[in-house]
């Protein structure tokens, strides 16, 4: 899986890992969270970005987002479960590679579902699908992850 850095450019997961850990351990004293969001667009073909931020709390943070494309036709609901699968997956990957480091983060997974709009009849199935796996998320107003960084990175 291949990362970009708005700043550092190409970068495999092992060096994202070893960027956030590089980036936590300048400031231990600080409040660090990883936020994993997913957001898709639809064109031609349909692209899907996984942004994976770490947010040192009142001082800024880091970003790397993942881009793929799919030409298979997907429901809105189809591409709703599809965002938020991909979101666990960088989750599991980040869990597991911290664990294996001795390294604790908050990390939370940003939906791309709110209470009104066309994903409102989503919310329950598909917070109870991240609950489920361990992992705490939040929804939109306040899923800036997926509805706001990682749709900019959709365009």
Do not use: W
Request: proline share 2%; hydrophobic share 35%; glycine share 8%.
């Amino acid at each position: 899986m291949e990362f970009i850095s708005p700043t550092k450019g190409r970068m495999t997961f092992d060096q994202v890992f070893e960027e956030i850990i590089a980036y936590a351990s300048e400031n231990p004293e600080d409040n660090y969270r990883l936020i994993v969001g997913t957001d898709s667009q639809l064109r031609e073909e349909t692209c899907f970005v996984t942004a994976l931020i770490v947010h040192r709390q009142g001082k800024g943070g880091r970003l790397f987002y993942t881009r793929s494309y799919d030409s298979h036709a997907r429901s809105l609901r189809q591409r709703i479960f599809y965002e938020a699968s991909l979101s666990l997956n960088v989750a599991s990957l980040l869990t597991d590679k911290l664990a294996s480091h001795g390294q604790e983060l908050n990390l939370e997974i940003h939906l791309d579902v709110g209470s009104n709009g066309a994903t409102k009849t989503l919310v329950k199935e598909v917070v109870g699908m991240v609950n489920g796996s361990g992992y705490t998320c939040k929804i939109k107003p306040d899923s800036y992850g997926a509805s706001t960084v990682a749709d900019r990175y959709t365009k």
